[in-house]
């Protein structure tokens, strides 16, 4: 699949929702932000704190800040106004990201370069991959999966795959990802646009130095 083939999600077309601990949009071909992150990369104190400051924005646009369906909750909002309540969510969950708690093995050279080699082995071939930042203790990406199912299913085949290296470099045999990810499709190319942009930008905002980090932006676009 070209980088031209990939498109942004219509809501007029077929969308899938898998619901697992978070929910997941599929439309094959359209672009996706998609985050995973390290299980101690957020305590439980952490934790806390972000479940206080989701109640409050969801409490901020109208939203029951016990709601189960959240994506049912966003859909009875304006689209713009759901598109940006689920980026604010993200943001303050990802802020606690870059303060690089936990082991942070990605920072390691050599386990950095086994996910960065990962995350490309099959671009163009089962995804689309326009960018993507290996960070110390997460990782974000935007890419366009072929096939349906593909967002979640690439997703849980990484994460095997990058922990069974991880835990053989670092020699142990423990959980290294959290178990699910956050994945959000990409409704307009200023989204799209908005989101690389934050992705190239991530490992300066943490404050990392050369090597901390690995960072790829497709040439093609």
Request: hydrophobic share 45%; with cysteine.
């Amino acid at each position: 699949m070209l980088p031209t083939d990939a498109s942004f999600f219509d809501p007029k077309a077929e969308v899938g929702v898998l619901q697992r601990r978070l929910p997941h949009w599929d439309q094959p071909g359209t672009y996706a932000f998609v985050t995973f992150r390290l299980i101690d990369s957020l305590p439980q104190q952490l934790i806390q704190q972000l479940s206080l400051e989701r109640a409050a924005l969801l409490s901020a646009a109208g939203i029951d800040r016990d709601v189960v369906d959240l994506n049912a909750a966003l859909k009875k909002l304006k689209p713009r106004e759901a598109s940006m309540l689920r980026w604010k969510l993200f943001i303050a969950w990802d802020t606690r990201l870059d303060a690089l708690v936990g082991q942070c093995w990605l920072c390691r050279p050599d386990i950095s370069k086994i996910v960065s080699d990962g995350l490309r082995k099959f671009d163009g071939d089962r995804y689309t991959m326009a960018a993507f930042v290996v960070m110390p203790n997460h990782v974000h990406l935007l890419a366009a999966f072929r096939a349906e199912g593909m967002i979640t299913a690439q997703g849980a085949a990484w994460r095997r795959f990058f922990a069974r290296e991880i835990n053989a470099l670092v020699g142990r045999s423990d959980h290294v990802w959290q178990e699910d990810q956050f994945d959000h499709l990409v409704r307009s190319e200023a989204s799209f646009d908005r989101i690389r942009r934050y992705i190239i930008d991530n490992p300066a905002k943490a404050k990392l130095r050369c090597g901390e980090y690995r960072l790829y932006v497709s040439p093609e676009l």
